[in-house]
């Protein structure tokens, strides 16, 4: 993976990451009704669940690769046409309208780390992203284990990141979504369009 593909992969995935999934709208809702160190276990059960998927899907794709590399650009191909199938259903979404949880105060850290582990790992469009999208990154000519733990790594960490930040402005960012959702989305959509693009010609 040279600079550049490391570099517009970290923007493609942040841009993915700021777009409210299901971990983030989970990590929105405990803050709100637990507070921000209780989140904090919301958020890294989501980190350890990402990190698997994440393996699962990069190393079993990296298999492939090595074995039949013309597999790579079969994934950019498919991995475009994922990112315009996002724009599109990001341009068309109405905006994010969040909802108070049926939980207990009394529940755990555990509970809410289990919470945010399965709401990662039960999540499609994230293991679709990472089988489909994130090969689209890689070079097949640079030792494919090193990028693979180079894409975790920066991947998980602009996750939590996100997730973070998201807990943090907690309150204020629901009202914004929910006031001008639909014109984020539609800005968000713009964006992968054109990574859909840019993707292709990534090398």
Known sequence: MSFHAWLLMIVTCGVG???????????????????????????????????????????????????????LIVLKVLGGAYLVFLSHKLWIAPPIELKRGKWSLRDSRFKMFRNGFMAAVTNPKAMMLYSVVLPGFVDDKRNLCFQFMI???????????????????????????QR??????????????????VIQITK
């Open 151 to 177: 894409m975790a790594g920066t991947l998980v960490f602009i996750e939590c990141f996100v997730e973070f930040a998201f807990a943090l402005v907690g309150s204020e960012l629901k009202y914004c979504l």
């Open 17 to 71: 990451s700021l777009i409210p999934g299901p971990n983030a709208i989970l990590v929105l809702n405990h803050v709100t009704f637990y507070g921000i160190s209780k989140t904090l276990s919301t958020i890294a059960g989501g980190a350890i669940g990402f990190t698997l998927m994440i393996a699962i899907c990069l190393f079993g794709v990296g298999t492939i690769i090595v074995a039949e590399p013309v597999v």
């Open 180 to 197: 001008s959702g639909r014109k984020f989305n539609r800005v968000c959509s713009m964006i992968f369009l054109v990574f859909a693009l």
